[in-house]
């Protein structure tokens, strides 16, 4: 079964030769329906991607340098205002459990 690009270059070729599909077809040895069907396809579907010659140098490797997703950004604390007034600031890398209860104890009315 002949690839997209195989087609592709079939229908260049047809194109290219100024003959009618039907002749074409004939001497290439497949159906003219076949050329009009990829050559719809392949203008629908846009320009061809044509595929760059296969090298026959080894592969290169590049070097690299991982980069962690705390570098990335600098941390900063979170800070959640209570609606009686007091602030909790939260380092990254906090234990949920532990904030949960400072959040309860915070949220008191009485005073620390």
């Known amino acids: 079964m002949a690839t997209r690009v195989e087609w592709a270059e079939r ?17 290439e ?5 076949q050329l009009y069907w990829w ?9 061809a991607q044509r595929l760059p010659p296969p090298s026959t ?3 290169r490797f590049l070097p690299v340098h991982v980069v962690t997703e705390a570098s ?6 979170i800070e959640i205002a209570l609606p009686n007034g007091r602030v909790v600031r939260v380092r990254p890398g906090f234990d949920p459990a532990t904030l949960e ?7 008191e ?3 620390c």
Do not use: C, I
């Not at 194109?15 to 077809?25: I, N």
């Not at 040895?29 to 329906?33: E, H, L, V």
């Not at 990335?72 to 604390?77: K, M, T, Y």
């Open 11 to 27: 229908v260049e070729r047809w194109e290219r030769s100024g003959l009618s599909a039907e002749k074409f077809a004939r001497r």
């Open 29 to 33: 040895g497949y159906k003219p329906t």
């Open 109 to 111: 009315e009485t005073s």
């Open 57 to 59: 140098e080894a592969p």
């Open 101 to 107: 209860r400072v959040l309860a104890l915070a949220a």
């Open 72 to 77: 990335l950004v600098a941390p900063e604390p």
């Open 39 to 47: 050559r719809w396809k392949l203008r629908a579907d846009g320009p």
